[in-house]
T-cell receptor, first 110, second 113 residues
Framework: GEDVEQSLFLSVREGDSSVINCTYT??????LYWYKQEPGAGLQLLTY?????DMKQDQRLTVLLNKKDKHLSLRIADTQTGDSAIYFC??????????FGPGTRLSVLP | EAQVTQNPRYLITVTGKKLTVTCSQN?????MSWYRQDPGLGLRQIYY???????DKGDVPEGYKVSRKEKRNFPLILESPSPNQTSLYFC????????????FGPGTRLTVT
């Protein structure tokens, strides 16, 4: 089946930028997503990008998509302690089956 | 308040004892789905439903059943739970249209002994 891969851990200092990377295998992906999970909570959609775009910016968040390499990244500018969470990359082909990555645990150090 | 609710939030049961985890959404969403979350594996889709009376298998459907008799509810049934079904389960719903944004419930932590 299709697969989504992410590194499992990332530590950054408060105020620095964080970059979380993701690779996927499904060349038919139409939408790619970044979800955030805080401790003891469900997942919350942070942002998404359509497969024919290569960049999307939303306040402190920048998503880059390299469709040729099937690589997605999420950059968080001016990372704060409240950004500490698990970040999941996910993809779908027209909203039926969704495939999630294993999640990247972001730790923000003061 | 728009939300997805799951019950129970925590459940400890024994092998073989049938159980149902309920999921309900109040957003009139067409699409609903169940996932399990395991450490290092992320979320894996169990079943999904594009509409009432329409369900389909996700990546890990073995040992689970679902039904979608009405739009707002999508229960997950474990007919004969086994210890390898110990996990954190999430229900999600979506309008079923671009960009297919999913809204997640708070999760149900299931332990099967």
């Amino acid at each position: 089946g299709e697969d989504v891969e992410q590194s499992l851990f990332l530590s950054v200092r408060e105020g620095d930028s964080s970059v979380i990377n993701c690779t996927y295998t499904d060349s038919s992906s139409t939408y790619l997503y970044w979800y955030k999970q805080e401790p003891g909570a469900g997942l919350q959609l942070l942002t998404y990008i359509f497969s024919n775009m290569d960049m999307k910016q939303d306040q402190r968040l920048t998503v880059l998509l390299n469709k040729k390499d099937k690589h997605l990244s999420l950059r968080i500018a001016d990372t704060q302690t409240g950004d500490s969470a698990i970040y999941f990359c996910a993809e779908t082909n027209y909203g039926q089956n969704f495939v999630f990555g294993p999640g990247t645990r972001l730790s923000v150090l003061p | 308040e728009a939300q997805v609710t799951q019950n129970p939030r925590y459940l400890i049961t024994v092998t073989g004892k049938k159980l149902t985890v309920t999921c309900s959404q109040n957003m009139n969403h067409e699409y609903m789905s169940w996932y399990r979350q395991d450490p290092g594996l992320g979320l894996r889709q169990i079943y999904y439903s594009m509409n009432v009376e329409v369900t389909d298998k996700g990546d890990v459907p073995e040992g689970y059943k679902v039904s979608r008799k009405e739009k707002r509810n999508f229960p997950l049934i474990l007919e004969s739970p086994s210890p390898n079904q110990t996990s954190l389960y999430f229900c999600a719903s979506s309008k079923g249209q671009d960009p297919y944004e999913q809204y997640f419930g708070p999760g149900t932590r299931l332990t099967v002994t």
